[in-house]
């Protein structure tokens, strides 16, 4: 699997948007890019992923570049609730083996 | 989205003695596995479950030290054996999504403390 490249912290106003960056400069064609996140002590959820076109959900959305090496997680509009660890990973479609680098730990202040 | 339950959430053990973790999932799953995540470290994948046939293992896990069954399409339990405070961890239960195949999703996780 590519490796990620993430910043270790990032700190962000309640009610304004949160843009996470990843790079992934060694992903192959085949891989996904997913992203993840984790509350203290609890499991990881599920946040959005995506191949090469941008996508949007309830929750996030999720830009990638024109060349796939790096993305963005966009939480449009944080809230305390959304402190977490976000993890960034590349994976094969059918591949489960989950391996979480060491993620941006994202602090929402009021 | 799956709704997967694990219990127990919280043990605390003593050395020598086993702990079994149950996983229950709202939704029939082909496959579920069992990862495990110590303090401050990354996911570890300690085995994949199947219904009908024995759980795979990945290098470093064995199935004395770790069994797993899989009785049903919903269903499946991994049991820590004869504990160390090593395997002090959370315990996490993932299935792939029932809906769309691409996401995976994890229970609350066991955290598991061995004295």
């Known amino acids: 699997d590519a490796k990620t490249t993430q910043p270790t912290s990032m700190d962000c106003a309640e009610g304004r948007a949160a843009n996470l960056p990843c790079n992934h400069s060694t992903i192959s064609g085949n891989e996904y890019v997913y992203w993840y996140r984790q509350i203290h002590s609890q499991g990881p959820q599920y946040i959005i992923h995506?191949?090469?076109n941008n996508e949007t959900n309830e929750m996030a959305s999720l830009i990638i570049t024109e060349d796939r090496k790096s993305s963005t997680l966009i939480l449009p509009h944080a809230t305390l609730r959304d402190t977490a660890v976000y993890y960034c990973i590349v994976i094969l479609f059918n591949d489960y083996k989950l391996s979480f680098g060491a993620g941006t730990t994202v602090t929402v202040r009021a | 989205s799956a709704v997967i339950s694990q219990k127990p959430s919280r043990d605390i053990c003593q050395r020598g003695t086993s702990l079994t973790i149950q996983c229950q999932v709202d939704s029939q799953v082909t496959m579920m596995f069992w990862y495990r995540q110590q303090p401050g470290q990354s996911l570890t994948l300690i085995a994949t479950?199947?219904?009908?046939?024995?759980?795979?293992?990945e290098s470093g896990f064995v199935i004395d030290k770790f069994p797993i069954s899989r009785p049903n399409l919903t269903f499946s339990t991994l049991t820590v054996s004869n504990m160390s405070p090593e395997d002090s961890s959370i315990y996490l239960c993932?299935?792939?999504?029932?809906?769309?195949?691409?996401?995976?999703?994890f229970g609350s996780g066991t955290q598991l403390s061995v004295l």
């Open positions: 479950a199947n219904q009908g046939s024995e759980a795979t293992y």
């Open positions: 995506g191949l090469k």
């Open positions: 993932s299935v792939e999504g029932t809906e769309e195949n691409e996401k995976l999703f």
